[in-house]
């Protein structure tokens, strides 16, 4: 069950739209979605959720500022009338890009749709797009298997503000995008509007588990199809390491196997030059490609110098991306 703490808040550590990151007196981060309870200010008395923490799950070690006790109500004006995170003393009215009616397309046209099941890997494939295609649109459509709040990814902001993201799309109750959907499918084409390419995948703090089928992203399964559906090229960003302490995580992730053996519809994998991999009925795409900047981007706490084989394998995907928009796949 859930564990609440009330606790002052000591100073702002880091703030940007929809999320404050600050301390708390007597010891401890917390973070704000200030979209959902407004900032806060030092010398404020807040709830803090500790569940995770006290847990040691997947927050990095941050407390969830559940609500300011230092105000008597607040209010902001919301973007439509179908609400998120419905049901909970959270729920907000995000509105979503449907109640406007029908998304501008139904099909995709063949455009790349790059499913990853690991967050760290949209900005890999990002990379890898930009390098290839360079001024051409990659849009990340995220789900809500991971993390609901966009706000909560310093990775995305960061994508953003390079320009390898030109705009974000959350889905289900996932929210906090440029644009918010109903659901992947409806996701995908409201997109597409405004892409030549688009990522799919999930926000940070994924589940495992020690089963075949219980881990979140075993929904990339479902992506896939659904973009083969709608008329585009699924490509698959293949989760691969050489450094995972889990055997089933070295070499080919077994969640990966998994997710290609669920699919029913054929998908293009992306194969690193000199690598090898039998996915099965998917089209393997042998990928040649030069050195790739991944800045201080981490997966499972390692960086590209200690694991390059996961960086390599999963630009590998956004290259490949970038050259079917560019007519070189």
Same mark, same amino acid.
């Not at 003393?89 to 995000?94: A, E, F, G, I």
């Not at 499918?185 to 509007?193: I, K, M, N, R, T």
């Not at 089963?211 to 992506?223: I, W, Y």
């Given at each position: 069950?859930? @564990?609440?703490?009330? @606790?002052? =808040?000591?100073?702002?550590?880091?703030?940007?739209?929809?999320? /404050?990151?600050?301390?708390?007196?007597?010891?401890?981060?917390?973070?704000?979605?200030?979209?959902?309870?407004?900032?806060? $200010?030092?010398?404020?008395?807040?709830? %803090?959720?500790?569940?995770? %923490?006290?847990?040691? &799950?997947?927050?990095?070690?941050?407390?969830?500022?559940?609500?300011?006790?230092?105000?008597?109500?607040?209010?902001?004006?919301?973007?439509?009338?179908?609400?998120?995170?419905?049901?909970?003393?959270?729920?907000?009215?995000?509105?979503? $890009?449907?109640?406007?009616?029908?998304?501008? @397309?139904?099909?995709?046209?063949?455009?790349?749709?790059?499913?990853?099941?690991?967050?760290?890997?949209?900005?890999?494939? #990002?990379?890898?797009?930009?390098?290839?295609?360079?001024?051409?649109?990659?849009?990340?459509?995220?789900?809500?298997?991971?993390?609901?709040?966009?706000?909560?990814?310093?990775?995305?902001?960061?994508?953003?503000?390079?320009?390898?993201? #030109?705009?974000? =799309?959350?889905?289900? /109750? $996932? !929210?906090?995008?440029? =644009?918010?959907?109903?659901? %992947?499918?409806?996701?995908?084409?409201?997109? $597409?509007?405004?892409?030549?390419?688009?990522?799919?995948?999930?926000?940070?703090?994924?589940?495992?588990?020690?089963? @075949? !089928?219980?881990?979140?992203? &075993?929904?990339?399964?479902?992506?896939?199809?659904?973009?083969?559906?709608?008329?585009?090229?699924?490509?698959?960003?293949?989760?691969?390491?050489?450094?995972?302490?889990?055997?089933?995580?070295?070499?080919?992730?077994?969640?990966?196997?998994?997710?290609?053996?669920?699919?029913?519809?054929?998908?293009?994998? +992306?194969?690193?030059?000199?690598?090898?991999?039998?996915?099965?009925?998917? /089209?393997?795409?042998?990928?040649?490609?030069?050195?790739?900047?991944?800045?201080?981007?981490?997966?499972?706490?390692?960086?590209?110098? /200690?694991?390059?084989?996961? !960086?390599?394998?999963? #630009?590998?995907?956004?290259?490949? #991306?970038?050259? &079917?928009?560019?007519? +070189?796949?």
């Amino acid at each position: 069950m859930p @564990r609440f703490e009330t @606790r002052g =808040v000591d100073a702002v550590l880091a703030e940007r739209p929809g999320l /404050q990151r600050v301390s708390l007196d007597g010891g401890g981060r917390a973070y704000v979605l200030t979209d959902l309870i407004g900032p806060v $200010a030092p010398g404020d008395r807040v709830v %803090v959720n500790t569940t995770a %923490v006290d847990l040691d &799950l997947g927050t990095g070690g941050w407390h969830v500022v559940h609500w300011n006790l230092s105000r008597q109500e607040w209010s902001a004006p919301g973007g439509g009338l179908i609400l998120k995170l419905r049901y909970t003393s959270s729920q907000t009215d995000t509105g979503v $890009a449907e109640e406007a009616g029908e998304p501008e @397309r139904t099909s995709l046209d063949g455009m790349p749709v790059v499913v990853c099941d690991l967050h760290s890997q949209v900005a890999c494939v #990002a990379e890898g797009f930009a390098g290839e295609a360079p001024g051409r649109r990659l849009v990340f459509v995220m789900t809500d298997s991971a993390a609901l709040p966009l706000a909560l990814s310093d990775l995305v902001a960061a994508l953003c503000h390079r320009g390898r993201l #030109a705009a974000t =799309v959350t889905c289900g /109750q $996932a !929210f906090g995008g440029d =644009v918010e959907a109903v659901n %992947v499918v409806s996701g995908l084409l409201v997109a $597409a509007a405004g892409a030549d390419a688009l990522v799919v995948g999930p926000g940070p703090g994924v589940v495992g588990t020690r089963t @075949r !089928f219980g881990f979140s992203g &075993l929904e990339a399964a479902a992506v896939i199809d659904a973009a083969a559906r709608r008329g585009g090229v699924p490509v698959v960003a293949v989760r691969w390491s050489e450094a995972d302490a889990r055997p089933g995580h070295r070499g080919l992730s077994h969640h990966t196997a998994t997710v290609l053996s669920e699919a029913a519809a054929t998908a293009l994998v +992306a194969v690193p030059a000199g690598e090898a991999l039998d996915p099965g009925h998917h /089209q393997a795409v042998e990928v040649a490609m030069g050195d790739l900047d991944h800045g201080d981007v981490t997966t499972m706490g390692r960086g590209a110098g /200690q694991d390059p084989a996961f !960086f390599r394998w999963s #630009a590998a995907a956004g290259v490949l #991306a970038g050259r &079917l928009v560019s007519g +070189a796949g």
